[in-house]
Nanobody
Framework: VQLQASGGGLVQPGGSLRLSCVDS??????IGWFRQAPGKEREGVAC????????DYADSVKGRFTISRDQAKNTVYLQMNSLKPEDTANYYC?????WGSGYCDMSEYDARGQGTQVTVSS
């Protein structure tokens, strides 16, 4: 599995970023976005099922983040709007262990790629 995340950067509170995750090995696995800030535990942010496109989100990002996929490009996106300082973290994508029709499970992942840093600060 070769996953590459990109699109991070420095943004002011209230701003937006779009992260991309390319599955260069074309595994067909469902993908999730995770984040980890220094001194904090890993958090599953969003996931999307490859079966039917069902998405799930952490409560902390619901209504602000949107996950989507372009299967032709083997790419999963994370559109992040209304960013807050507490969204600052290293974001990475990973293949999920469990997914199916109508669900995806962010509780654990199989393989991850290198992350991209998101910093929300004025």
């Amino acid at each position: 599995v070769q996953l590459q995340a990109s699109g991070g950067g420095l943004v002011q509170p209230g701003g937006s970023l779009r992260l991309s995750c390319v599955d260069s090995a074309s595994t067909g696995y469902s993908i999730g976005w995770f984040r980890q800030a220094p001194g904090k535990e890993r958090e599953g942010v969003a996931c999307i099922s490859n079966v039917d496109g069902t998405a799930d989100y952490a409560d902390s990002v619901k209504g602000r983040f949107t996950i989507s996929r372009d299967q032709a490009k083997n790419t999963v996106y994370l559109q992040m709007n209304s960013l807050k300082p507490e969204d600052t973290a290293n974001y990475y994508c990973a293949t999920l262990m469990r997914w199916g029709s109508g669900y995806c499970d962010m509780s654990e992942y199989d393989a991850r790629g290198q992350g991209t840093q998101v910093t929300v600060s004025s």
